[in-house]
């Protein structure tokens, strides 16, 4: 099926390596802020999240960072994987109401 | 969590005609978003769904082109008016509860 990263830009890994994507959001009152993975013909899909009183955050596998003197977001991921290779975007909010998506970032991972 | 259903899936549609894509919770919410995805490029919010109100529009999309109902709080429609080929995209429900969830998506294409 058609690809909707066609068109963003692409960060390309070596299989194992880690990979940093960043985003910059727009809105200093935001105060929640998401990471999304879409895989082709899929709809966005839930990675990480983290709230504006803190600057880091860890899951499985993957850290979210938070700056928010820049208003700079980025996700970390740890050790890529094939199955990692999609369209990652950010989105930020305010007081839990509608979310703002960012450009979204294509990740290819080589083998 | 929240398993939203999104149909159709995909659809080809003639120029000047309408599509209404249905979008089924399993779950009541209170808040329900309907989402553009064009080609190559990140998530834009059309409208929130509001329950026994009408839905209230961004900035750039209106009630004529993008009617939208929301008869109760697990079900929603958005309707795509008088379509032309611009308005080949992936449209996308959404949820939100204790986080974003999204649906499956619409790819129209509008020939």
């Known amino acids: 099926g058609e690809s909707v990263g066609l068109h963003l830009p692409t960060l390309s890994v070596q299989e194992g390596d880690n990979s940093i994507i960043n985003c910059a959001y727009s809105?200093?009152?935001?105060?929640?802020f998401i990471w999304y993975k879409q895989e082709s013909g899929k709809g966005p899909q839930f990675i990480i999240d983290i709230r504006s009183n803190m600057d880091k955050r860890q899951g499985q596998r993957v850290t979210v960072l938070l700056n928010k003197t820049v208003k700079h977001l980025s996700l970390q991921i740890a050790a890529t994987q094939p199955g990692d290779s999609a369209v990652y975007f950010c989105?930020?909010?305010?007081?839990?109401?509608?979310?703002?998506f960012g450009k979204g970032i294509t990740l290819s991972v080589r083998p | 969590s929240a398993v939203i259903s999104q149909k159709p899936s995909r659809d080809i549609c003639q120029r000047g005609t309408s599509l209404t894509i249905q979008c089924q919770v399993d779950s009541q919410v209170t808040m329900m978003f309907w989402y553009r995805q064009q080609p190559g490029q990140s998530l834009t919010l059309i409208a929130t769904?509001?329950?026994?109100?009408?839905?209230?529009?961004e900035s750039g999309f209106v009630i004529d082109k993008f009617p939208i109902s929301r008869p109760n709080l697990t079900f929603s429609t958005l309707t795509v008016s008088n379509m032309s080929p611009e308005d080949s995209s992936i449209y996308l429900c959404?949820?939100?509860?204790?986080?974003?969830?999204f649906g499956q998506g619409t790819r129209l294409t509008v020939v």
């Open positions: 769904a509001n329950q026994g109100s009408e839905a209230t529009y």
């Open positions: 989105a930020e909010t305010r007081a839990n109401s509608k979310l703002t």
């Open positions: 809105n200093s009152a935001s105060d929640y």
């Open positions: 959404s949820v939100y509860t204790t986080e974003a969830f």
